[in-house]
Nanobody, 117 residues
Framework: QVQLVESGGGLVQPGGSLRLSCAAS????????MSWVRQPPGKGLEWVSD????????HYADSVKGRFTISRDNAKNTVYLQMNSLKPDDTAVYFC??????????WGQGTQVTVSS
């Protein structure tokens, strides 16, 4: 079955950096667009970024453009999110997702990112 396991979250000061990882299994990872989405406290899910199956095309929400970088390693079935210049508004649970634009979307259990001094 599909499994997505996120890691790398934590508490960081404003201006700091974190690198999130998402290990995928149970499907042909290299064939799928992968996304990162997040859920701030008390709010709904919001799309952050996605990367196409080959890794050559990426997209970002305006709120993170220039600060976050998505990448993937198809040999390791892993997608990453490098987050720099973090702000308190980036505080959220971060999820990686498969098929985000499809009714069959699936996402993992998430990893908490807290940006606070």
């Amino acid at each position: 079955q599909v499994q997505l396991v996120e890691s790398g979250g934590g508490l960081v000061q404003p201006g700091g950096s974190l690198r999130l990882s998402c290990a995928a299994s149970g499907f042909t990872f290299s064939s799928y667009l992968m996304s990162w989405v997040r859920q701030p406290p008390g709010k709904g899910l919001e799309w952050v970024s996605d990367i196409n199956s080959g890794g050559g095309s990426t997209h970002y929400a305006d709120s993170v453009k220039g600060r976050f970088t998505i990448s993937r390693d198809n040999a390791k079935n892993t997608v990453y999110l490098q987050m720099n210049s973090l702000k308190p508004d980036d505080t959220a649970v971060y999820f990686c997702a498969k098929d985000w634009y499809s009714p069959s979307r699936y996402w993992g259990q998430g990893t908490q990112v807290t940006v606070s001094s």
